[in-house]
Structure formats: structure tokens, C-alpha cells
């Protein structure tokens, strides 16, 4: 199995900030480049192309310092690091995004920002493992 791609999925979760760090760490070993994916969730219920367009623009300038942040850690440690930042459905915009990109490995944590910690592993992990054809490595909180 030969890893050039790898894609580390990105919510500002400490947990993905870890499965940004394994990713990272990969990449120095495997000489391979990281995509940061960030998706932001567009609601289902019929929202103006303007409401949508100004939650986009909210949650890149939310994520902008954290991946800044990431870019500096992996200019530290001589990887090439590139950030994305789409709208959708995160589960399938990261299964999407992985395919049609050539993607080698999808790195993300067992946990985000959501809430029910009964779970031992949140949903959006839960259906990327459960439905991609790419290899999908999950990095423990
Ligand atoms: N919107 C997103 N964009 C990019 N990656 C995401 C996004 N949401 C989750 N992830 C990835 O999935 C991992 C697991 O998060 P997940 O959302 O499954 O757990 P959770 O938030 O605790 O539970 P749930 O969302 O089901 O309430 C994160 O560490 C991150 O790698
Ligand atoms: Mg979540």
C-alpha cells in the first residue's frame, strides 16, 4: 500500500487536533502531503443561497487561526499541508472529497464536537469508517 495523500478531516475538536498530529506525524515518516478538510454542515431546512453563503463565510473566518496554526506545526516538521474548507454533509463530503482526489488515507478522531459521549465513537467517524472505500485510519482521544 503505497500513502502520498493523506486527508486528516478537521472540526477544531481536540480530538481531531490529535488525528491532525498522527497525520502530521505520518506524513514525515512516508514523505506523503495532508489535506485539512473542514466541512461545515449546511442545514436541510430551505435556507436563502445568502444565509448560506454568510455561514460559510462565519465558519471560515471561525476556522482561519486554528488552520493557521496547523499550517505553522506542519511547516515545523517539513510537511506539505494544504486546507479545505467545503459545505455539505460532513460524513460524505469527506468520503466524496477522498475519492475524487485520489486520497490514500483518511486520518480523523473518534470524537468531535458533538454531545452524546455515550457513544464511543461519533457518528460522522462511525459512517466514514462504515462507508468508504478509502482506507480510514481513527486516532483515539
Ligand atoms: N464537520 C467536520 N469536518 C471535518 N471533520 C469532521 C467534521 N465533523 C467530524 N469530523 C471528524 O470526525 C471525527 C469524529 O467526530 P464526530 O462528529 O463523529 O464525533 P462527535 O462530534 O463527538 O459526535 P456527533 O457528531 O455524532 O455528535 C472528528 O475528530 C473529525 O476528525
Ligand atoms: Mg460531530
Request: proline share 4%; hydrophobic share 40%.
Amino acid at each position: 500500500m503505497n500513502i502520498r495523500k493523506i486527508l486528516t478531516a478537521f472540526d477544531g475538536s481536540a480530538s481531531s487536533q490529535k488525528a491532525f498530529r498522527a497525520a502530521v506525524d505520518l506524513a514525515v515518516n512516508l514523505k506523503a502531503k495532508v489535506t485539512i478538510l473542514t466541512v461545515v454542515r449546511v442545514p436541510d431546512f430551505s435556507p436563502s443561497m445568502d444565509e448560506v453563503e454568510e455561514t460559510i463565510d462565519e465558519a471560515e473566518k471561525h476556522y482561519q487561526p486554528f488552520l493557521r496554526e496547523l499550517l505553522e506545526y506542519g511547516q515545523k516538521n517539513g510537511v506539505e499541508l494544504s486546507t479545505v474548507i467545503k459545505r455539505g454533509h460532513p460524513a460524505e463530503t469527506i468520503i466524496k472529497y477522498a475519492t475524487d482526489n485520489g486520497i490514500d488515507l483518511i486520518v480523523m478522531g473518534t470524537r468531535g464536537l458533538g454531545g452524546f459521549k455515550k457513544m464511543v465513537i461519533g457518528s460522522i467517524a462511525q459512517k466514514v469508517v462504515s462507508y468508504s472505500n478509502t482506507p480510514v485510519m481513527v486516532i483515539r482521544e
